[in-house]
């Protein structure tokens, strides 16, 4: 045999190897790529899981948003409504009080109405008098003496009315 090569021993060597290579398989090979498989396995598990979570987050988020836009618009539906029933009062205000006013107003031209037509009739009796008394005076006396009369009668009236106009 040339170079020292026996065929038994290669075969032997080659029946090592495929031994080696079979108890490698199932020593080193099969765990670590059934390792592999269920390590790969939880990673996508935890994505799906991390994607769920995440999309549950993006709802609660988008519910909350709806919310807090909701409560906006409520806001201001109440401040709308807040604002017209505190117009309606103020006009409630102001038309009781024009009306309290009218009558107020109404009152006093009634009561100015009274005192002059109480002053006219006054006055009206008065000038009667004037007049009966320097009608008298002329036919009893002097005109001159009636006419100082009367009009010191009217002087005294005119400050009598003065005085109740004051």
Request: charged content about 35%; overall charge negative.
């Amino acid at each position: 045999m040339p170079l020292n090569i026996d065929w038994r021993q290669i075969l032997l060597h080659l029946f090592n190897f495929c031994i080696l290579a079979i108890a490698l398989y199932f020593l080193l090979y099969k765990p670590v790529k059934n390792f592999m498989a269920k390590r790969s396995a939880r990673y996508e598990e935890e994505a799906a899981e991390s994607a769920k979570l995440k999309a549950e987050a993006e709802e609660l988020k988008k519910q909350y948003s709806d919310k807090l836009t909701n409560a906006d618009a409520e806001i201001e539906a109440k401040r709308s409504e807040a604002l017209h029933e505190l117009h309606d009062y103020r006009e409630k205000l102001v038309s009781e009080a024009e009306q309290e006013a009218g009558e107020i107003v109404e009152k006093a031209k009634k009561d100015a109405s009274r005192e002059r037509k109480k002053i006219i009739d006054g006055a009206g009796k008065e000038i009667a008098d004037m007049v009966g008394a320097a009608a008298e005076k002329v036919v009893l006396g002097s005109t001159a003496d009636a006419y100082d009369a009367f009009l010191n009668a009217a002087e005294k009236s005119i400050e009598k009315e003065e005085n109740e106009i004051k």
